[in-house]
């Protein structure tokens, strides 16, 4: 079973439009996170929850919103998108957080483009 | 400014030796991870170094200097898989973990 999944794998959204991108890990871990992946630059750490309480927030914009309901899952709200805004979007999990020490499992990510 | 540094491509034949360098300037030292990502697909972790010297690994291996604020990734008889982008991260004192832009290796029959 794949340890960390993604939905959608793909999105293709307007300026105006509202979506959601879902994460699920299989593996137990406490800690979750969001990263933004553009083309050639490094990852960039969005968001980390750990025991479904947010850990760091890095100055992203308030059209991006999280939600971890619990500790297997963690959303990432969209809404009034940039094109700027288009990237792969990559959740990770580690067993626990002690400000990103342990090794982290990727899903597959979202391929998000904003028109 | 904390920085990783890595070649943005290198190119290498099939059955053959490549080095993927990685240099850091970080507030810091806790480690240093190598993940591979192939296209359209999820980092997978590789390596993890905090001491100096050689860590192997079946056909790959990772190296780290703190002095030089240094490391590489060798991989040996190389195959057409092994084609992906390779992530460089580095954990800085506040156990933040940096990640460089990666490299794409490209490998060539």
């Known amino acids: 079973e794949t340890g960390v999944t993604q939905t959608p794998r793909h999105l293709v959204m307007g300026m105006t439009n509202k979506k959601s991108l879902k994460c699920e890990q299989h593996?137990?871990?406490?800690?979750m996170y969001w990263y933004k992946q553009s083309a050639k630059k490094p990852l960039e750490l969005m968001f980390v929850?750990?025991?479904?309480?947010?850990?760091e927030n890095n100055s992203v914009p308030s059209r991006f919103s999280p939600e971890c309901p619990n500790s297997s899952h963690l959303f990432l709200h969209l809404h009034t998108l940039q094109p700027e805004d288009s990237a792969l979007y990559l959740c990770a999990s580690s067993q626990d957080f002690s400000g990103g020490a342990e090794t982290q499992y990727f899903g597959p990510g979202t391929r998000l483009l904003v028109l | 400014g904390q920085n990783i540094d890595q070649p943005t491509e290198m190119t290498a034949t099939e059955g053959a030796i490549v080095q993927i360098n990685c240099t850091y300037q970080t507030s810091g030292f806790n480690g240093l991870f190598w993940y591979q990502q192939h296209a359209g697909e999820a980092p997978t972790f590789l390596s993890y170094n905090v001491l100096d010297g050689l860590e192997e690994k079946g056909r790959f291996s990772s190296f780290l200097s703190r002095s030089k604020g240094y490391s590489y990734l060798l991989l040996k008889e190389l195959q057409m898989k092994d084609s992906a982008s390779y992530l460089c991260?580095?954990?800085?004192?506040?156990?933040?973990?940096?990640w460089g832009a990666g490299t794409k290796l490209i490998i060539k029959p």
């Open positions: 929850y750990s025991l479904e309480e947010r850990v």
């Open positions: 593996l137990g871990h406490n800690a």
């Open positions: 991260a580095v954990r800085d004192s506040n156990y933040q973990l940096i």
